[in-house]
């Protein structure tokens, strides 16, 4: 049966004009586009709407095109932001890592000399005897040393010479600081029991003192005193205050009998065997240090002690606030691709109001409409957010190559933005689509 014949009630009753337009309608649409779909005698499958609307995106490339361009560039924003955040956020926890996981660091305090208050560090209240009370004392610790260490200090080898850090600790001071060996060898406890004249010299020492030859076995002086470099320590880079590797670390007697000559040390570090019991050990330390150097219960500590976890956690938190805010300002784009949607969506509904009227004259229920429009704006937000996504992934791998700068591309922000752009598709798609469907077909058929 031919379409036109199909004409339902909706027109029934309304004056020989507006029956004939109906019919004229649906002829010019049987012209352009073919015999219509079955919505005619029932409900628009699923399927004849994902094709009408494919149709009409069709028909209009150019402008679906700009449509969607809000939607790729705002999707390719977000991804890269996040990956830049992701990027700063681990190398942020990796330069933390190199402070050593599950540490206590316990400083000197500040004296009170005549009424003028010393700053932290200046008071000479630690000692090595205080460092192995601790490991034999107090459960859940796995890993002391005392360190002594000195700034500055000249040394010398051959024809060439450098100013650096000296460093002097127990042999589990590789441990603690999650120091690595590159060339050579660590010292050891024979060392340590022997105050052996070794030591262990890092990057930036190596370079500067063996420009042009292996470092390990070669003689340096420091005060004087010749050392043999026993091996060299693997990269680290700046901690964002100082540089790691330049430094040379040696056994703490062999420090202390050679170099210092001092009852006091700089720091202790304790590490505990698991993070869970780190506030208990701190606790325990606090009150075994304030029972050795006689603290009255009025009187303030003259140490301190600090939790390398409580300052990861912090700048994990700080770095995580800063990865929302860059996809939070990514994010604004998204929101203008949607009202973009929704701009041209409204023009597409006023553009195709007779094609809605005969659509609604032949038997389609406002349902059909509401489906067909909000496909179309959905299929321009997932079309775009597909290509923002390779856009994104291409861009973050390039800031990587190209700029310098870590990128990580995770599959939760993959998923994240194109959840996010196919939610702005549904959501400024609906008005328009909503508008469509309410639309009175007899109204509609008669709109030039």
């Known amino acids: 049966m031919s379409t036109v014949e199909s004409v339902p009630q909706v027109v029934a009753g309304q004056p020989d004009g507006a029956v004939d337009e109906v019919v004229t309608g649906i002829r010019e649409w049987e012209v352009v586009l073919g015999p219509l779909p079955a919505e005619a005698t029932g409900s628009m499958a699923v399927r004849e709407s994902i ?38 956020r681990q190398s942020v926890q990796e330069r933390l890592a190199r402070l050593g996981t599950n540490m206590l660091v316990i400083m000197p305090g500040s004296g009170n000399i005549g009424g003028v208050r010393t700053g932290n560090g200046a008071l000479p209240s630690l000692n090595e005897s205080d460092a192995q009370a601790i490991l034999a004392q107090i459960p859940g610790v796995v890993a002391v040393s005392p360190i002594l260490n000195a700034g500055g200090t000249q040394v010398v080898a051959g ?13 589990s001071i590789f441990t603690l600081q999650d120091w690595q060996i590159a060339e050579g060898q ?49 990269p680290k880079g700046s901690n964002g205050f100082e540089d790691q590797d330049d430094i040379i670390l040696m056994p703490y007697e062999t420090a202390q009998i050679r170099l210092f000559h001092r009852p006091f040390v700089n720091s202790i570090y304790v590490q505990v065997a698991q993070s869970d019991q780190i506030d208990a050990v701190q606790q325990a330390i606090t009150d075994l240090l304030r029972t050795r150097h006689h603290i009255r219960p009025n009187q303030q500590d003259d140490f301190r002690v ?53 659509r609604m004259a032949v038997g389609a229920r406002g349902a059909n409409i509401l489906s067909q429009f909000l ?31 870590e990128t990580i591309v995770t599959p939760q922000a993959i998923l994240l933005s194109f959840s996010f752009a196919a939610l702005v598709g549904v959501f400024f798609g609906y008005y328009p689509a909503r508008k469509a469907a309410q639309l009175d077909p007899i109204e509609a058929l008669r709109y030039e």
């Open 375 to 405: 496909i179309e704006a959905v299929l321009l937000s997932v079309v775009g957010g597909i290509v923002g996504i390779l856009i994104g992934i291409g861009g973050s791998v390039g800031l990587s190559r190209i700029a310098g700068w």
């Open 186 to 234: 660590a010292f050891d406890e024979g060392d340590e029991s022997s105050a052996a004249l070794v030591c262990v010299i890092g990057q930036t020492v190596a370079h500067n003192l063996f420009p042009t030859t292996d470092p390990v076995g070669q003689k340096i002086l420091i005060r004087n005193v010749p050392f043999t470099v026993k091996g060299v320590l693997a």
């Open 306 to 358: 600090r939790n390398n976890n409580q300052i990861i956690d912090t700048a994990q938190q700080a770095s995580n606030t800063f990865t929302y805010l860059l996809a939070g300002v990514a994010a604004v784009s998204l929101v203008v691709g949607g009202i973009g949607i929704m701009n041209i969506m409204l023009v597409s509904v006023t553009e195709r109001t007779r094609e809605i009227g005969i």
């Open 51 to 88: 094709s009408s609307a494919i149709e009409a995106l069709q028909a209009n490339k150019l402008r679906a095109f700009l449509t969607t361009l809000g939607i790729i560039i705002g999707v390719s924003a977000v991804i890269v932001m996040i990956a830049l955040g992701e990027g700063a």
């Open 159 to 171: 024809d060439q010479n450098w100013s650096t850090q000296i460093q002097g600790g127990y042999p």
